[in-house]
T-cell receptor
Framework: GAGVSQSPRYKVTKRGQDVALRCDPISGHVSLYWYRQALGQGPEFLTYFNYEAQQDKSGLPNDRFSAERPEGSISTLTIQRTEQRDSAMYRC?????????????FGPGTRLTVL | KQEVTQIPAALSVPEGENLVLNCSFTDSAIYNLQWFRQDPGKGLTSLLLIQSSQREQTSGRLNASLDKSSGRSTLYIAASQPGDSATYLCAVQAITSYDKVIFGPGTSLSVIP
């Protein structure tokens, strides 16, 4: 596809379950970012990759959150033992420059609801 | 096409000074404007978000203003500290392309002890 895609678009899970959120960036984009966005707020940075290398994961809230991009394309954000406070929109973005100051193109997001 | 510019590109000030960073955007049809901080080799840290209906936001020593009609935002940093040294980016989320967040090139700030 032409844009960034994410799946699933909506995920409802019970507290304590693990979830995996997928991001498929624009083909050829070097950088991939994960953000979490609460309602009415801007994106909160979680982590980012240049190619397959995770450059910075300081934004991950705790060790239940992890991300990977093993082949430098598709990325997965995994949340283990979900909690209600994890409910949010999770958005990924990709950009064409390794430094990431070029336009970031966002996916539609995955709305996660933890019951 | 929305374009975001920031001036100055780089700024060096002695510790304790108050300073202003500027951001301009060409299309006033925005949802919000956000200021980020980026440290070398790190991701982005969100500092302040201003919704299109708001005029300013404050957090600690930071104050950001938005004048949507003139396409300008300023980030005011009071009593600067060496730990404020970083690159500051502003970004707008456009109404016409909600999926796109357009970043400015950034202002590299160095606060000298």
């Amino acid at each position: 596809g032409a844009g960034v895609s994410q799946s699933p678009r909506y995920k409802v899970t019970k507290r304590g379950q693990d979830v995996a959120l997928r991001c498929d960036p624009i083909s050829g984009h070097v950088s991939l970012y994960w953000y979490r966005q609460a309602l009415g707020q801007g994106p909160e940075f979680l982590t980012y990759f240049n190619y397959e290398a995770q450059q910075d994961k300081s934004g991950l809230p705790n060790d239940r959150f992890s991300a990977e991009r093993p082949e430098g394309s598709i990325s997965t954000l995994t949340i283990q033992r979900t909690e209600q406070r994890d409910s949010a929109m999770y958005r990924c973005a990709s950009s064409s420059l390794a430094e990431g100051t070029d336009t970031q193109y966002f996916g539609p997001g995955t709305r996660l609801t933890v019951l | 096409k929305q374009e975001v510019t920031q001036i100055p590109a780089a700024l060096s000030v002695p510790e304790g000074e108050n300073l202003v960073l500027n951001c301009s955007f060409t299309d006033s049809a925005i949802y919000n404007l956000q200021w980020f901080r980026q440290d070398p080799g790190k991701g982005l840290t969100s500092l302040l978000l201003i919704q299109s209906s708001q005029r300013e936001q404050t957090s600690g020593r930071l104050n950001a203003s938005l004048d949507k009609s003139s396409g300008r935002s300023t980030l005011y940093i009071a009593a600067s500290q060496p730990g404020d040294s970083a690159t500051y980016l502003c970004a707008v989320q456009a109404i016409t392309s909600y999926d796109k967040v357009i970043f400015g090139p950034g202002t590299s700030l160095s606060v000298i002890p």
